[in-house]
Structure formats: structure tokens, C-alpha cells
């Protein structure tokens, strides 16, 4: 199994970013997928998830900024951030849980992506 998460960068407060989480070796059409964020010093807070129907959440902190997607021909997720705060600075990392196959019930990360936002 293999995730490559891409799109961080510098943004100042108010932009956008994009977020992108490509993924191979698992079954991606029943796999749930999510992302996460860890801010130095905190825990690893989850901030949006897709299940395998499309189904969405999200994280109050990021409700009517943040858009999660799925492209199931693509085998890939993305995270549509705007409106961007000096708060969602953070290491962004994608997760995959497969609902099949060998690897099914198993989360597997991605190798994080750095998102900072300056005031």
C-alpha cells in the first residue's frame, strides 16, 4: 500500500491550497479515507473523512471551508482548503483504511504534507 499526499505550501491567511492524496495497492472503491493534521505539540486531529458511498465529515473547526472529494478512477482524495487561517498551519497527513482485501480493517499514512498559513 502506498499514499502520496502533495499540494502544501506557504499561504497567507484567507488563500486557498489544495491538497491532494494519491493512492495505490488497495482496493481504493471500498476503502475509507480521511485526513489528518498534527500541529507541533498537539495530537493528530482528524479533519475530513470519506467513506466508500461518498459520505462526508468534517471537523467543526474546518465546516464550510474545507471540501474532501474522491475520485475512485483516480484511486485518489483531495482536500479543497479556503479560507485559510494562521490555525490550520499543521502537518497534513492522508489515511487509508480498506473495507477489502488483504489489506482490510488497516490504516495505512501517508508521509504528511506541510500546510502554513501567515497572518
Known amino acids: 500500500v502506498q499514499l502520496q499526499a502533495s499540494g502544501g505550501g506557504l499561504v497567507q491567511a484567507g488563500g486557498s491550497l489544495r491538497l491532494s492524496c494519491r493512492t495505490s495497492g488497495i482496493m481504493f472503491g471500498a476503502t475509507f479515507m480521511a485526513w489528518f493534521r498534527q500541529a507541533p505539540g498537539n495530537e493528530r486531529q482528524l479533519v475530513a473523512s470519506v467513506g466508500s458511498r461518498g459520505n462526508t465529515y468534517y471537523d467543526d473547526s474546518v465546516k464550510g471551508r474545507f471540501t474532501i472529494s474522491r475520485d475512485d478512477a483516480e484511486h485518489m482524495i483531495a482536500l479543497e482548503m479556503n479560507n485559510l487561517k494562521p490555525e490550520d498551519t499543521a502537518i497534513y497527513y492522508c489515511?487509508?483504511?480498506?473495507?477489502?482485501?488483504?489489506?482490510?480493517?488497516?490504516?495505512?499514512w501517508g508521509q504528511g504534507t506541510q500546510v502554513t498559513v501567515s497572518s
Open positions: 489515511l487509508a483504511r480498506p473495507g477489502l482485501g488483504p489489506n482490510a480493517g488497516h490504516d495505512n
